[in-house]
């Protein structure tokens, strides 16, 4: 949140002239894979900024495929510090990143519906976010397992995100325009519609088998 007080102006002046936010990834040269993959694990440990802008940027910046495959490595680099964490220092940690009643009953949620319903956190946008990687920690799902669901459930996003944001090379004022209107009236039916989204979460998923996390 700092750094969005501190530079926000100057991100938002560059979302804002594409060709600018472009010419700055791709002047990174052979650094630029390795400064999306570190500025992914920092969107999802700390989560200052939204992860879909950034796969729009990154397409738009080096086409699909590189840009899927950096995500994906950032992806699950940070996932893995998250989950890691999680299991290391338990729910201590978690205390700091969410109050304790909602903490509570994302809690029991994920225990009572297990991996699927995990899954679904992880592929669908949804009001838990990137904190769902910090709860897979408190779970016995062992580390690869978890790796796996992070890998399918993120690349579907990915690729679409990639995909605009790497055919948006080819857009002019009135595309973008548009493009901007319409991400527009997706965050807003999100935002409006957050409670439903999670509540169709739970609908979808079944009763799963996880062990109750230690209260540590």
Known sequence: FVLLLLYGRQLLNLFRRP????ALVTGWGPWAGLGIVAFQVLQIVVAPLPGHVVSFVVGYALGLWPGVLWLLLGVMLGSTI??????????RLLRY?????????????????????????????NPV????????GLTPLPLPVFLALVFLGRLPSSLI???????????????????????????????????RIARLLEKWSHVGRFARPGKR
């Open 161 to 195: 995100e990639c995909g605009l944001g790497s055919g948006a090379t080819r857009f002019g004022p009135v595309q973008w325009g548009i493009l901007a209107a319409v991400a527009a009236l997706a965050a807003l039916l999100y935002f409006l519609n957050q409670r």
């Open 82 to 91: 998250s989950f890691t964490l999680a299991r290391l220092l338990g729910r």
């Open 129 to 136: 976010g990137d904190l769902a990687y910090y709860l897979a």
């Open 19 to 22: 060709e600018e936010l472009r």
């Open 97 to 125: 990143l969410v109050p304790p009643e909602r903490l509570d009953a994302l809690d029991r949620q994920i225990v009572r519906r297990g991996t699927f319903y995990l899954f679904l956190l992880i592929l669908v946008p």
